[in-house]
């Protein structure tokens, strides 16, 4: 059974840095592709930032210079450092894995105060 257990998120004022982690119960390095979704209230669930198996990233056009994902697999742990906050990032999170079918984790908050 795949878990996917994520920590981290909280309040922040804009402008300000927080950082997610998601720890996996299987190998990182086993996932085709890691990553993170956001979901704000109304809105469908978007993609925020991707990083393959192979190191690789992607990010949302919204995120690009600000957030940063990485992987550790040494500790099976996805990481999303997210710098320069802006209200508009807002929402619930999620950390994702696509290891031949798709994994997500419990969804954190993450709310921005201007």
């Known amino acids: 059974q795949v878990r996917l257990v994520q920590s981290g998120g909280g309040l922040v004022q804009a402008g300000g840095s927080l950082r997610l982690s998601c720890a996996a119960s299987?190998?990182?390095?086993?996932?085709?592709?890691s990553g993170w979704y956001r979901q704000a209230p109304g809105t469908q669930r978007e993609l925020v930032a991707t990083?393959?198996?192979?190191?690789?990233?992607n990010y949302a056009d919204s995120v690009k210079g600000r957030f940063t994902v990485s992987r550790d697999d040494a500790k099976n742990t996805v990481y999303l450092q997210m710098n320069t906050l802006k209200p508009e990032d807002t929402a619930v999170y999620y950390c994702?894995?696509?290891?031949?079918?798709?994994?997500w984790g419990q969804g954190t908050q993450v709310t921005v105060s201007s």
């Open positions: 990083i393959s198996r192979g190191g690789s990233t």
């Open positions: 994702h894995a696509n290891i031949l079918r798709e994994y």
């Open positions: 299987v190998s990182t390095a086993s996932m085709i592709v």
